[in-house]
């Protein structure tokens, strides 16, 4: 199993560039979500995603599309970029079980907005 | 909504016991987790807490108290690896602390 993975790994963007930010899981799980990391701030949850088909707004949704066509993918859309999304995005899968909400996160990808 | 409160730094000997507090504060609550992130990494499960009490997972240890809102994850018997972000992690809303910076000292 690769896990959760991201691509890319490092961007550097122009402001008004758009741009996705793919994730891909292997794990089979319903729920998955998008959070970013500034520093000092812990992660912020951008949109999540509690199956196909279905994607709710986080605590920070606002620049920011996604969509869940199929159960692996869940790509997130930059629509018009600005230096405030300078950030580590962070795409996380889980399974809820009896254990509480586990999340498995891929290895991030690292934005600049110039 | 909800808010978590950690503090921003522990510092610790190697083979000492350290305690991470978080507090919440709620307008539902379903359960606590506890996540590891080594500097340039990605955030690593550890524990999860939906009951009042302690759950033990090795040298690593989580609490939690509903009434008083509270929760702490116990790290015990240090290693200089154990360096690294510990964050406490809301499940209602998957709302995260801003993480307590743990550094162990030889």
């Known amino acids: 199993n690769a896990g959760v993975t991201q691509t890319p790994k490092f961007q550097v963007l122009k402001t008004g560039q758009s741009m996705t930010l793919q994730c891909a899981q292997d794990m089979n799980h319903e729920y998955m979500s998008w959070y970013r990391q500034d520093p000092g701030m812990g992660l912020r949850l951008i949109h999540y995603?509690?199956?196909?088909?279905?994607?709710d707004q986080g605590e920070v949704p606002n620049g920011y599309n996604v969509s869940r066509s199929t159960t692996e993918d869940f790509p997130l859309r930059l629509l018009s970029a600005a230096p405030s999304q300078t950030s580590v995005y962070f795409c996380?899968?889980?399974?809820?079980?009896?254990?509480?909400?586990?999340?498995?996160f891929g290895p991030g990808t690292r934005l600049t907005v110039t | 909504g909800q808010s978590l409160e950690q503090p921003s730094e522990v510092t610790a000997v190697e083979g000492a016991i350290v305690q991470i507090n978080c507090t919440y504060q709620t307008s539902g609550f379903y359960g606590l987790s506890w996540y590891q992130q080594h500097d340039g990494g990605a955030p690593t499960f550890l524990s999860y807490?939906?009951?009042?009490g302690l759950e033990e997972t090795g040298r690593f240890s989580s609490f939690l108290s509903r009434s008083d809102s509270y929760g702490y994850l116990l790290l015990q018997e240090l290693q200089m690896k154990d360096s690294a972000s510990y964050f406490c992690?809301?499940?209602?809303?998957?709302?995260f602390g801003a993480g307590t910076r743990l550094t162990v000292k030889p």
């Open positions: 995603s509690v199956g196909a088909g279905i994607t």
């Open positions: 996380a899968s889980s399974q809820r079980l009896a254990g509480g909400l586990e999340q498995y």
């Open positions: 807490n939906a009951l009042d």
């Open positions: 992690a809301a499940e209602e809303d998957m709302r």
